[in-house]
């Protein structure tokens, strides 16, 4: 049973992935060039590897979550594994100003202090909650010029840590707070994060794993029920027409969590869903705000199921998304693409192991895990019309 605590190490069942130099190199010609076979990404979008230099941020493996606030101004979050030995990592809040090619780490002058979950403006206004070690206990921080100065908000917490925070410009926010039974809290902010007051759901909320919010009012988050091996999903509405409400996806025998969840608008919405014992995962869409769920069948979608490991699915417009699949053992793994919905899915085999994306205004940047050799440098897939 998951439980609260210190901020856990994120897992990834991919394990080291390596990506080798030349390999990169050849991937970035194909896809450059064109020179690629029939099952190939589609003409109509390029994948360009973007290697950002960071001078303070040695030891960064890759960006583990992603927030665009333009096409140039991206903030990430980023693990570093290397720096206490293993089993023990560092988390950073990174900025970048040119959309991936130069990276900050942002010097907290803060010791013993991990940052472990953020919300960027594009205002220059973040917010970071960060754990003290030394007083065990979790503090939430704001900046409002880009990370030159920053204030303490609110209160210390000493129970539980953030799993996800949004905030908005209207200084509305929300937060999925771990703790213990029965189940993760879900809180929301009216002040900027001074106060919180927790939501109450009639399905009261298990371990919740991912949120996702379209604006201020329209957002979800994602879990499983309260109680152990459960075969269901739980999804609950936070904000907008029927917030409050839950829904269950039937996710079937040793469902472990939920991996990614995103939605393009009220309707239209991806999940995907990992299991225990080497089960893989599967994705599924919703037509209807998160009621109902469909999953691709392995013929439209052939990167699901046991064995396989589903990162991310995005889509960018009705037509056009992406989804990202590896095997346990592979370095590497397929990045699939579809135009017609997700009728059809065709792969572009690329050799990274992608760890979080984020898109915006029809362009698609991933944070991928570079070679182990490259601990001064952050490394990026952008997917971008072809010009």
């Known amino acids: 049973m998951r439980r609260p605590g210190r901020p856990p190490r994120p897992a990834s069942p991919l394990g080291p ?91 907290w002058s803060w010791i013993h202090n991990l940052p472990v979950a953020f919300s960027a403006q594009a205002s220059g206004r973040v917010w970071v909650e960060k754990f003290d070690i030394v007083n065990d206990e979790m503090r939430i921080q704001r900046t409002d010029d880009d990370g030159r100065h920053w204030a303490p908000i609110g209160r210390p917490h000493e129970l539980g840590y953030f799993r996800n925070l949004r905030m908005f410009a209207n200084g509305l926010g929300y937060a999925v707070e771990a703790w213990d039974e029965p189940g993760d809290r879900i809180l929301r902010t009216d002040d900027g994060g001074r106060h919180w007051r927790r939501l109450i759901f009639a399905d009261p909320p298990g371990f919740m794993d991912k949120a996702f919010f379209l604006g201020p009012d329209a957002g979800w988050v994602a879990g499983s029920p309260p109680g152990r091996h459960q075969t269901k999903a739980m999804l609950l509405r936070v904000a907008g027409p029927g917030a409050g409400a839950a829904s269950y996806i039937d996710a079937g025998p040793d469902f472990d969590e939920v991996a990614s969840l995103r939605f393009l608008d009220e309707r239209r919405g991806w999940i995907v869903l990992w299991y225990l014992n080497d089960g893989g995962t599967r994705l599924l869409h919703t037509e209807d705000g998160g009621k109902t769920w469909s999953r691709y069948s392995n013929e439209a979608f052939p990167g699901q199921g046991p064995g396989h490991w589903i990162t991310f699915a995005q889509f960018l417009d009705p037509l056009r998304g992406f ?41 698609l940047r991933c944070g991928v895990q570079p070679d182990v050799r490259i601990l001064s440098a952050t490394t990026m897939l952008t997917i971008a019309p072809a010009r």
């Open 17 to 107: 992935v390596r990506l080798g130099l030349a390999a990169a190199l050849l991937a970035i010609l194909a896809a450059l060039s064109g020179h690629a076979d029939d099952s190939a990404e589609p003409r109509d979008y390029a994948l360009i590897w973007t290697v950002g230099r960071c001078g303070n941020c040695a030891g960064i493996p890759g960006l583990e979550e992603i927030q665009m606030v333009s096409d140039r101004d991206i903030w990430a979050l980023s693990l570093s594994p290397y720096l206490w030995g293993p089993g023990i990592g560092d988390f950073k809040v990174m900025h970048s100003r040119d959309a991936g090619r130069i990276w900050a780490s942002l010097d």
């Open 323 to 363: 989804a990202y699949s590896s095997t346990r053992e592979a370095e590497g793994g397929d990045l699939f693409s579809t135009v017609d919905g997700g009728a059809h899915w065709r792969v572009a085999p690329i050799p990274v192991g992608i760890q979080g994306c984020e898109s915006w205004k029809g362009t």
